[in-house]
């Protein structure tokens, strides 16, 4: 049974199992196309991009349930300024179609206390996929909670395999028209007041092209997705260059010319 809503003055800790609510979204072919072009899909990519032989991207999910994160900042649990998408987990149960209305619903799950720091884990359901955000709130912390599980070491050996794929100057400008239009991803001035150079890549759009350059890597499609999760370590300018480098035991990391960007990363294709 899910809790109610406690005051925003509460500690973050009794934020633990907090109903978010339940919600349906609609999408169309045009929001799929709109989606998979965003993320890497290129124009002879045809049945990610030609309404006549389309397939959604599996993680194209993660835009039709943003709402449920946007929900628990709203309600008062951290400071939606200040918090940061630590990390993503997605569990595909079913194929999305071209268009459609899927219901959903939403609650938090693990308050990992880190001291200085919460994390809340926000949990969304359907019947086509699980979806799990980990969202880093500073100044939350130090409600004398479990710290959470410890960071996976990096992996050992070298990777079975190894890709390049460039990310595209307009990327973050077409990626926020699927909902999180963050000034951070579009405003030179709000970029630079987070100490970047330049706007930003979203770091969904960042996790979701890893996967598409998984899956040209290793021959499979990329609408065969089965399960993805990763750490997000640090941005991605648009334009820039992934490297993404996987293991035999479904184990990825992502980087940039900077340094890593996406750790602890997992993916499986069906």
């Known amino acids: 049974m899910r809790r109610t809503t406690p005051v925003p003055e509460a500690s973050a800790g009794e934020w633990r199992g907090v109903n978010l609510g339940e919600r349906a979204a ?15 899909a290129r124009a002879t990519d045809l049945d990610l991009v030609f309404e006549e032989r389309l397939r959604v991207l599996p993680t194209f999910a993660l835009t039709l349930a943003q709402w449920a994160p946007d929900v628990l900042g709203s309600a ?19 194929t999305l179609p071209p268009a459609g209305v899927l219901r959903m619903s939403a609650w938090v799950g693990e308050v990992w206390d880190k001291g200085s720091a919460a994390v809340f884990e926000v949990v969304v359901e359907s019947g086509l996929f699980h979806a799990t955000w980990s969202l880093f709130a500073p100044g ?12 996976a070491p990096a992996p050992e050996g070298d990777p079975a395999w190894t890709t390049r794929w460039r990310t595209a100057a307009n990327q973050a400008a077409l990626y926020r028209l699927l909902g999180d239009r963050h000034h951070i991803h579009i405003d030179p001035e709000a970029a630079r007041a ?14 979701a092209t890893a996967t598409v350059a998984a899956a040209d890597a290793v021959g499979a499609h990329p609408a065969d997705l089965t399960a993805v999760a990763g750490r997000f370590a640090s941005v991605v300018l648009p334009g820039d260059e992934l490297a993404v480098d996987g293991w035999e035991d479904d184990r990825f990391v992502v980087r940039t010319e900077r340094g890593t960007v996406i750790d602890d990363g997992r993916l499986a294709f069906g």
């Open 76 to 94: 008062g649990a951290f400071e939606v300024g200040r918090a940061l998408h630590g990390g993503q987990r997605l569990a595909v149960l079913g």
């Open 140 to 151: 939350r912390g130090g409600f004398g909670g479990d710290r959470g599980p410890s960071r």
């Open 26 to 40: 609609a999408w169309n072919e045009r929001d799929a196309i709109l989606y998979a072009l965003a993320v890497g």
């Open 194 to 207: 987070i100490g970047q150079p330049r706007p930003i890549l979203h770091g969904l759009a960042t996790l």
